[in-house]
């Protein structure tokens, strides 16, 4: 059963362009006002930027971007989606990993405010500074599902497209395979892993952990990240604030977004509809690009295939599929 405090954080949260009294919130959770009065000083305790309005009622602070199990819940069509909300995590991946392996459903959600050892595709690092929104999924296949496995990384890169598009306004673009792309930099990176049977081989389940960089810092990315990397609506900690706009919307919402967009597209993965989208997305696609193989080798990147694999024709003019990998474009 939900307590006060986290009700009055979810009707807080979905009222924010308005104020709730203490007589509404008392009624709608039933409880009494000084419970309802109890609640809100709780969550100040907690961090949480609530306003009390004399007179009028409650309302969180403009700008107030808590991140935590209430306010992710708050947001997801099933309140009852298992959810880990975690202060900081070695790897949202690695918890989702280790709690698949204790038995979390399908649609499970992990979501952290920090990690200390991100982690990105071929073994590197992924830098996870505060105001970034880092989350994992845990997702359960079926037969089709498993035979449609190699297409959940490009799924989940148009799932994080759709969610910035319909809650930020803001298009953005794939880098084959797995990155999202604003402004010419990344803000976004992708990795899928898959847990399968030590005796068959077969995958069981897989986890995919989605990292946006939302409102991080631009001076909190080292020197060398920060030329290549930028966050949507970039926080200076000097005035004035550089971004000419404030996040529509909190991490928590957008977190919700993304597992709704996620678990959607990977219902329907076998159908590979989802195809399209990330072929107009693709800021590959007609450019010269690089192929970091061994040894690498260049090319001009001609298209998709409904594998998700980029074609690519060489300098003897022979079209090459590439199925996995990276490629290095000029942008």
């Not at 309140?79 to 918890?95: G, Y």
């Not at 830098?127 to 999924?137: A, F, K």
């Not at 673009?173 to 976004?188: E, Q, R, T």
């Not at 290549?228 to 000097?238: C, E």
Request: net charge neutral; glycine share 10%.
């Amino acid at each position: 059963m939900m307590s006060t405090k986290s009700g009055l954080l979810a009707l807080l949260e979905k009222s924010r362009d308005g104020v709730v009294s203490g007589e509404e919130a008392a009624r709608r959770l039933g409880v009494s006002r000084a419970a309802v009065w109890k609640a809100a000083e709780a969550l100040r305790r907690q961090g949480v930027a609530v306003e009390s309005l004399p007179g009028s009622g409650y309302r969180l602070a403009a700008g107030s971007d808590a991140l935590s199990a209430e306010a992710v819940r708050a947001w997801l069509d099933d309140p009852d989606t298992p959810l880990r909300v975690l202060a900081a995590v070695d790897s949202t991946n690695l918890e989702a990993k280790r709690w698949a392996i204790e038995g979390a459903p399908h649609g499970a959600l992990v979501v952290a405010e920090k990690q200390t050892a991100g982690r990105g595709r071929l073994g590197r690092s992924f830098e996870s500074p505060p105001g970034g929104l880092y989350l994992s999924v845990v997702l359960r296949p079926s037969p089709a599902q498993c035979a449609s496995a190699g297409l959940v990384t490009s799924a989940a890169a148009v799932a994080g497209c759709r969610a910035v598009s319909a809650l930020c306004g803001i298009e953005l673009g794939i880098k084959w395979v797995n990155d999202l792309f604003y402004g010419g930099k990344k803000c976004c990176g992708i990795l899928t892993e898959a847990v399968t049977d030590v005796e068959t081989g077969a995958i069981e389940q897989m986890v995919v952990g989605i990292g946006i960089n939302y409102t991080t810092p631009e001076a909190d990315f080292p020197p060398e990240v920060r030329q290549v990397a930028t966050a949507l609506f970039p926080h200076s900690h000097r005035a004035p604030v550089p971004h000419p706009r404030r996040a529509p919307v909190p991490r928590a919402q957008l977190a919700a977004q993304v597992h709704r967009e996620l678990l959607a597209l990977f219902a329907a993965l076998p159908g590979r509809d989802f195809l399209e989208e990330y072929r107009r997305r693709s800021i590959v696609v007609g450019r010269p690009v690089t192929v970091l193989a061994s040894p690498p080798w260049n090319g001009l990147a001609t298209g998709i295939d409904d594998d998700a694999r980029l074609l690519v024709r060489n300098e003897a003019g022979d079209t090459v599929v590439v199925s996995y990998g990276e490629v290095s474009v000029r942008l």
